[in-house]
């Protein structure tokens, strides 16, 4: 396993490599707005420029530039500083990935609970009225988008503007204070990020789990003489759930790297919020950072996902 | 009284298609330590018999009838719970691929102690010694051991033998054997019959051991019944069957086994066609439209199974043909002197609308069912 974990993370390295010059090119390639003149503030003298240019590392060519980048990144881990407010954009995405960290694990909780159990009731049911019923608003539920769903959600329940108002709505989070008290401010944020997530799983485990029953093995377990809860949950979910792992891995790297549509609607200043504001300010390090970061930890994931089905099925073996 | 008593089973399935006809009324009985083989191509309904005995066809679209009598209790109005402390206790069954058969995911020990714990109030340790000693019976070296490795982990005839193990745990009365050697080696093969022959010996255990190779049974059972479209067509002890088999599809079966003791350049004669859709079977005799002796009333009448016209072995040898008892005896003779079907169709007249009276006496299906 060593062996295989070292070159994984050899790969990481290539993989993250391209991500940084990429979006480096594709900066110098656009024609954004140039970063100087963003910094300087109203009609700037040919020196100011100058000297701002200096300062960013502007003038120096496209290849020193990249250099330059990766080595404080290497090095210091460095993603350089925002090219509006001049604070370190590390402490930015740092400061902020709590916030995205608390919206996603608990919108991770619910999806998964009740992705897995909707699918798995599903599956036992299937071509019954429930199976065809959830089925139906699960198809719904991945169909809405995220900010429509949001607003909505916000329009029935926030209580601000709510018809209903029972639960905390836009900016409450912010105005919380503490663990416990930011709780409720999360429940909207939660259940909206949740849904479309639950309905693929749900799907997802209707489908892995349908094919597993009818596997050699469900057979033998039947023949057993075990009840058929045991049989369903023991060894028909039990190989079904593997694959749903995979992606809920896969799903997470993805929204630590910021969910955006989410923290933009209930205004959770997590990274992808951060993400979105750099990128309607052009401001380039930020912007570089949190795609950076995204990359990483979209990377990193799926190692962890790689490593972690060594263990949940013990065919695999690297 | 028979420890299993199969009567005129029938199990029917609704699907979208049609009525899928895989038991058409099917009769046999197996008393403990003797071994019944059901033999016969795929789609005939042996496995779906066996299925039926454990309850596991139980399903909405499933219309089953008749008596599955064990230990002289009707299996088929039997409770789900019922069926289910019956299945892996006094009834168990082994599976034809032993890869798929064991979940990949748990140590054979935990599936084994899991197969325990279903029906005896024991505490882990104990029920692993017992997997432990199970594996040791059925021949898996060091089973102290190799309780903790996964199915994966061995090869095809060791997993074999773990399902073997699992199926005995709780000492069955009787074990349905579906195509146990089929996915082995033929080394394989000859070691896992010899174990199941050794089982009945020692345990005294009913075994139905079902095959789509005569070849592969005939070491084993003393009754063979030879499945086809959803009956049985021909049912008689061991020997009968090698030494004097009545059914054209039986006599097909046969001599497309290859022989160690024929000459090499012998051919094998593969039995024509395929076997018929169980939804539109064919009317008359099932097996009309592959038989190479067919004749015009054979499409008509519906032959029964009945007493061979010798009533060799007081009456236990029983065919379902519409051939006259004599030609089917000629032609038998004919083609175990290796004349091919058209040689021995030259030979032997075949009346055009001569049956036999026996085969479609509607009393002889009575007499079945009473006995």
New interface residues.
């Given amino acids: 396993m060593g062996p295989y974990i070292i070159r994984r993370i050899l790969y990481m390295i290539v993989v993250l490599l391209f991500v940084i010059a990429i979006t480096f090119l594709i900066f110098f390639i656009l024609p954004t707005a140039d970063p100087a003149a963003l910094r300087a503030g109203r009609s700037p003298t040919p020196e100011t420029l100058k000297a701002i240019r200096e300062q960013l590392g502007l003038n120096h060519s496209l290849p020193e530039q990249f250099w330059l980048y990766v080595k404080g990144l290497v090095l210091h881990f460095d993603f350089g500083n925002s090219f509006i407010n001049d604070q370190d954009v590390r402490g930015l995405i740092f400061d902020r990935l709590p916030n995205t960290l608390f919206l996603i694990t608990g919108a991770a909780i619910l999806w998964f609970t009740f992705g897995v159990l909707i699918g798995t009731i599903s599956a036992v049911k299937t071509g019954t009225f429930l199976d065809r019923a959830t089925m139906t608003t699960a198809l719904v539920a991945i169909s809405a988008p995220v900010y429509w769903l949001g607003l909505v959600a916000l329009y029935l329940f926030a209580s601000d503007i709510g018809r209903f108002p029972i639960l905390p709505g836009n900016g409450a989070y912010q105005d919380a204070h503490g663990f416990f008290a930011k709780i409720p401010t999360l429940i909207l944020p939660w259940i909206v990020l949740a849904s479309a997530f639950a309905a693929i799983y749900a799907r997802l485990t209707r489908s892995n789990l349908i094919e597993v029953m009818s596997?050699?093995?469900v057979?033998?377990?039947?023949?057993?003489?075990?009840?058929e809860r045991r049989v369903v949950i023991?060894?028909g979910l039990?190989?079904a759930i593997t694959p749903v792992v995979t992606i809920l891995g896969l799903d997470l790297g993805i929204l630590v790297g910021g969910a955006i549509l989410t923290e933009s609607v209930f205004g959770i200043p997590g990274v992808g919020r951060l993400a979105y504001d750099a990128i309607q300010r052009g401001d380039l390090a930020t912007i570089q950072g949190t795609t950076l970061f995204l990359a990483f930890a979209v990377v990193f994931m799926n190692l962890l996902v790689d490593i972690l089905y060594a263990f949940?099925?013990?065919?695999v073996r690297y | 009284m028979a420890l299993l008593e199969v009567k005129d089973l029938r199990v029917h399935f609704e699907t979208e298609d049609g009525v899928v006809q895989a038991l058409d009324g099917i009769t046999y009985s197996v008393e403990a330590g003797q071994v019944l083989g059901i033999v016969g191509e795929s789609g005939s309904g042996k496995s779906v018999s066996s299925l039926t005995v454990m309850g596991l066809t139980r399903a909405k679209n499933a219309r089953i009838s008749g008596e599955v009598l064990f230990d002289g209790k009707n299996l088929l109005t039997a409770s789900e719970s019922e069926m289910r402390a019956l299945r892996g206790d006094d009834i168990a069954m082994i599976f034809q691929d032993p890869l798929s058969s064991l979940h990949p995911f748990y140590r054979i020990g935990d599936q084994l102690v899991e197969a325990v714990r279903a029906h005896r109030d024991m505490p882990k340790a104990k029920a692993l010694d017992r997997a432990v000693e199970v594996l040791g019976q059925v021949g898996i070296p060091e089973p102290r051991r190799r309780v903790d490795a996964y199915p994966h982990e061995f090869s095809g005839g060791m997993r074999q033998r773990v399902m073997i193990a699992m199926a005995l745990i709780n000492d069955p009365k009787l074990l349905i054997a579906d195509e146990p050697t089929t996915a082995l080696d033929v080394t394989v093969q000859a070691q896992i019959l010899e174990l199941i022959d050794r089982l009945r010996q020692e345990f005294d255990t009913a075994i139905v051991m079902i095959t789509h190779d005569l070849g592969v049974v005939a070491e084993v059972t003393d009754d063979i019944a030879v499945m086809y479209a959803g009956r049985i067509v021909e049912y008689a002890d061991t020997e009968s069957i090698f030494a004097a088999p009545e059914h054209p599809y039986t006599w097909g079966l046969l001599k497309s086994i290859p022989r160690l003791d024929l000459p090499r350049d012998e051919p094998l004669v593969p039995i024509q066609g395929r076997p018929p859709s169980l939804i539109l079977k064919p009317p008359g005799c099932s097996f009309h439209p592959r038989c190479p002796y067919v004749r015009d009333a054979h499409k008509r009448i519906d032959p029964q199974l009945a007493p061979t016209a010798e009533g060799v072995n007081g009456g236990r040898h029983k065919v379902a043909c519409l051939l006259p008892p004599q030609s089917r005896r000629q032609l038998w003779t004919e083609l175990v002197a290796g004349a091919t079907p058209e040689d021995a169709k030259e030979r032997v007249a075949v009346p055009e609308e001569a049956v036999d009276q026996e085969a479609v006496d509607p009393t002889a299906v009575d007499q079945e069912a009473a006995r």
């Avoid at chain 1, 949940?312 to 065919?315: F, K, N, Q, T």
């Fill in positions: 596997e050699d093995y057979r033998t377990a039947r023949a057993k003489g075990l009840t023991r060894h039990r190989a949940l099925d013990p065919r």
